[in-house]
């Protein structure tokens, strides 16, 4: 079975945790997008890992992980993130592979991410990593491919200092590379894990654009970055939280205002540790937004969602959400594309009481609270998406399933 799990929001929604729960089941992980500019936090009893490329699968033993055609891959990234997981006792030679169609982050790109970003007239809010060169390189056909390196044309024509970086790790990834679409088939009859990057809403086609990631971080990335044809994605899996977050700049309805929230967005950040992985950057919060949310399920074709951090809500009274948008003298029921409509729409907000008790000990759906069941039972009613994960905290023992994600429909 070919499993897909993304971010149904702006990212940073908890698919490392979600990713890491089914990894349990996986024969074959792969990630199919991004690269270092992504983070994703697993918790294993006492241990936490920090990943950024390699798929989160790669804590189980047996389990075998790829980076994908989609990922722009920063070898000195890779090979940091990989000698730290060997520090912490995880033997991963002979389980990582990548896409000899991936394409490489050459050192130089990250000044020229910074350099751009800071002249932009509404800057975008990198986070420096050269991925959006790297993906700007890629689609001016001007970029390298893994498989680029071992080409002794090309390799003599690039800058001596893209030459030395190449040749530095050349030994070290070669014994990594596979041909995708050969290791997919001979892997045809496991249970395959695509993970995505980032989220729905940061998609190149499906995003805020321009405040979007360069990569295909939605469902259909699965099929070009996993090495699958479309018809072999067998089901696909949105993750959220149950507030919703956003790295850098770009339009976000439902966030948090000091004149109307109070400290509603310092709560929030605290209680839910929001602040990125890869940047330490504080997260803006705000409501949950349902628009969204069903705006993600109908373009990726969700069919299962994911729900996390519901245990942040446990001390509060009332719990809000957004159920449409107004502006001027209008209410929209659909998410825009108009950035400036989205920058300028008012959440139109529903109450809910919350339940007042801690549930982060809760191991199945029925001890829940009842209002936080009215709670999910909403957002399945207004998303026409089923809630089949529910996530209590951080570590993986504290996730709640409704219905197995491994099941086909």
Not at 123 to 141: D, F, H, L, W
Request: hydrophobic letters at 35%; proline letters at 4%; a negative charge.
């Amino acid at each position: 079975m070919n499993l897909v799990v993304i971010g149904a929001q702006w990212g940073d929604e908890g698919k490392g945790k979600i990713v890491d729960f089914l990894a349990d089941r996986a024969d074959v992980i792969v990630r199919f997008s991004g690269g270092a500019n992504a983070g994703h936090t697993i918790v294993r009893g006492d241990s936490v890992y920090k990943l950024h490329l390699v798929p989160s699968g790669i804590v189980y033993e047996d389990t075998r992980v790829v980076l994908g055609t989609g990922m722009v891959i920063d070898p000195e990234a890779l090979f940091a993130e990989l000698d730290g997981l060997s520090r912490d006792g995880i033997e991963w030679r002979g389980r990582v592979f990548i896409s000899d169609r991936a394409h490489l982050v050459l050192p130089r790109y990250k000044k020229q991410d910074i350099d751009l970003d800071r002249k932009r007239k509404s800057p975008i809010g990198t986070t420096g990593r050269g991925i959006g060169v790297a993906y700007s390189t890629k689609a001016a056909r001007d970029g390298v491919r893994l498989v680029d390196i071992f080409e002794d044309t090309v390799v003599s024509e690039l800058e001596p200092e893209d030459r030395a970086f190449v040749e530095k790790y050349q030994p070290r990834l070669e014994e990594m590379l596979v041909d995708i679409h050969s290791y997919m088939e001979w892997v045809h009859d496991k249970n395959i894990l695509l993970e995505g990057a980032q989220g729905a809403l940061l998609d190149l086609d499906l995003g805020t654009y321009p405040y979007v990631s360069s990569g295909c971080s939605g469902a259909a990335g699965a099929a070009l970055g996993g090495g699958l044809g479309p018809k072999q994605l067998d089901r696909i899996v949105g993750v959220f939280k149950a507030y919703t977050t956003r790295v850098g700049n770009g339009p976000f309805p439902t966030e948090f205002r000091r004149e109307r929230d109070g400290d509603l967005e310092d709560t929030i950040r605290e209680l839910g540790h929001e602040y990125g992985v890869t940047t330490g950057r504080p997260r803006r919060c705000g409501y949950l937004d349902l628009i969204a949310l069903r705006y993600a399920c109908q373009a990726n074709s969700i069919e299962s969602l994911a729900l996390t951090h519901l245990d942040v809500y446990d001390s509060f009274d009332e719990i809000r959400m957004c159920v449409a948008y107004e502006i001027d003298d209008a209410v929209l029921d659909y998410f825009p594309a108009s950035r400036s409509v989205l920058e300028d729409v008012q959440p139109v907000i529903k109450k809910f009481p919350g339940w007042k008790s801690d549930i982060s000990g809760t191991t199945s759906y029925d001890a829940l609270p009842r209002e936080a069941k009215d709670y999910v039972r909403f957002i399945e009613q207004f998303t026409g998406t089923s809630v089949d994960i529910v996530s209590v905290g951080s570590d993986q023992k504290q996730t709640i399933v409704r219905r197995d994600p491994w099941t086909k429909s």
